[in-house]
């Protein structure tokens, strides 16, 4: 197991415990409590965690995990998921797209998708409608769109969040407040039959909601491992939602709960 991988693990243990012993740890992950010892300090530096004496404890009550960490949790769902998300959008639509693991999918299977829609003739540049026009809060989203030629990248100001380098706050509700969206694509911490789609953080959800707002139509994009779940802040109601894209692994018993509360359930 490499230094990533232990870190992710950890990370994940103390995610669901909110407190971590080395020798648990280390039984559980089958390393040495010396390593385990190295990686917490380490952990720590970063302020990822609270070292205590023979272990740690998570930063909070709610605990959230950076994205760097997050991005290799059920990847081949979330790509599948994101392939499908993409098959959705039409030529020359703009679409909103949210931060997270799913939605960076997303952007990511979007590029793909139109990568031939404005193919590089060697002439000079003539002016022509974009293939696509996405507007995004996430910087690493943007980053990777801002190199595509035939899509057109608008991104709100506002303020990083490091842990999911979203752009939240004023300036990006301002922008929000200007545009209209074809379709938004909104990745979620979780989707609760009863109050619908939530996030962790009380300003990304106020974000993702104006994103909803400003949308013709809303898909929400989650594996199955948060279906049924609650989190800190609501983003909006199962009824301001056309379609959920998540996997197969959803429980039935779940999937039938958000079917009754009239939400369109797409697994792939």
């Known amino acids: ?33 010396a390593t385990i010892r190295r990686d917490l300090d380490e952990l720590a530096e970063q302020r990822l965690l609270v070292r ?74 003539v002016p022509a409608a974009p293939a696509l026009t996405v507007v995004t809060n996430a910087l690493n989203i943007a980053a990777e769109l801002a190199v595509r030629p035939q899509i057109k990248l608008v991104t709100t100001g506002g303020v990083a969040r490091p842990q999911t380098y979203e752009l939240v706050g004023p300036l990006a509700a301002g922008v929000l407040g200007e545009v209209v969206l074809d379709t938004v694509v909104l990745g979620v911490d979780g989707v609760d039959p009863a109050l619908g789609a939530m996030a962790h953080q009380e300003e990304e959800a106020s974000i993702s909601r104006l994103f909803a707002e400003r949308a013709g139509r809303v898909v929400v994009v989650t594996d199955s491992s948060k279906l049924g779940r609650r989190a800190f802040a609501r983003i909006c109601g199962l009824e301001q939602v056309d379609l959920l894209v998540t996997d197969t692994g959803v429980d039935p018993g779940t999937a039938e709960r958000l079917t009754e509360a009239g939400l369109r359930v797409h697994t792939v």
Do not use: C
């Open 52 to 125: 205590t004496r023979g272990g740690a404890l998570a930063h909070g009550v709610s605990y959230e995990l950076p994205l760097r960490y997050k991005s290799g949790r059920h990847a081949a769902e979330k790509a599948r998921i994101a392939a499908a998300a993409a098959e959705l959008v039409a030529p020359g639509e703009v679409v909103g797209l949210n931060g997270g693991t799913t939605t960076t999918e997303v952007a990511r299977a979007l590029a793909v998708r139109f990568a031939g829609e404005r193919a590089d003739t060697g002439q000079p540049p």
């Open 1 to 33: 197991m490499s230094k990533h991988e232990r870190w992710n693990a950890l990370l994940e243990l103390l995610a669901s415990a909110g407190r971590l012993e080395v020798e648990e740890a280390a039984a559980r992950l089958d390393v040495s409590a």
